[in-house]
């Protein structure tokens, strides 16, 4: 499989390259505000959408399988921005319907390539106490970046993996919870915790 999304890669990077000598040949003879241009520039941007949406197949087909306690669950992905680009040194974590932290579940920082990873041990083999689980991030200020609008459905013995993919802007969408502003300035603290969740407290 991995061979087959590297090959459609290779394809796409070509008509990229492509694209952009024709956007390169139309401005010259043109100017930048020709429609001719702008249809090429459109093109280029759509092939380097396909392209980072290639990568993003490419990257969950490689990420190594999560051990997972049996009566624990994992969250792992990507968080990537509007143009599908990873988001590093952000912060993700887990709350309740009513956008409180669930500290028990812990958080995890993004490494370079957007990764992240929640692995919840379980408590005493017994299930998920909370019914709803909503998957928060928060930028490198701390500031909230995103919220799920559907309830995360975590399956005991299960790693789910998740693309998040960040909406247009980046505006923050409220205030975060103390707990996470005390942990998420990762300029402090990721060094040594990026991409993995700290002990989950007893």
């Known amino acids: 499989m991995i061979q087959g999304i590297e090959s459609l890669g290779r394809v796409h990077q070509a008509r990229l390259s492509q694209a952009t000598r ?3 040949a139309l ?3 043109y100017g930048v505000n020709d429609p001719r241009v702008k249809a090429a520039e459109a093109s280029a941007a759509a092939i380097r959408t396909t392209i980072a949406r290639v990568s993003m197949v490419r990257q969950q087909v490689v990420t190594p399988p999560v051990q ?3 009566n624990g669950w994992a969250l792992h992905g ?3 921005d509007a143009q599908l680009q990873p988001a590093a040194k952000f912060t993700v974590f887990l709350v309740d319907a009513n956008k409180t932290y669930l500290q028990q579940y812990g958080f995890a920082y993004t490494d370079d390539t957007g990764y992240f ?3 919840y041990a379980g408590e005493s083999g017994q299930a998920t106490s909370v019914s709803q689980l909503f998957i928060e991030v928060a930028n490198t200020a701390a500031d909230p970046v995103f919220l799920s609008s559907t309830a995360f459905q975590p399956v005991l013995g299960t ?3 998740q693309n998040i993919v960040l909406p247009a802007g980046g505006q923050p969408i409220g205030d975060p919870p103390q707990a996470i502003r005390d942990v998420a300035l990762p300029g402090k603290n ?3 915790q990026t991409g993995a969740s700290p002990s989950n407290p007893s």
Request: without cysteine; charged residues 10%; proline residues 0%.
């Open 22 to 24: 024709t956007v390169a």
């Open 27 to 29: 401005t010259a003879q």
């Open 68 to 70: 997972v306690a049996k």
């Open 78 to 80: 990507r968080v990537l």
């Open 117 to 119: 990873l929640l692995n």
């Open 159 to 161: 790693a789910t993996y």
């Open 190 to 192: 990721a060094a040594t």
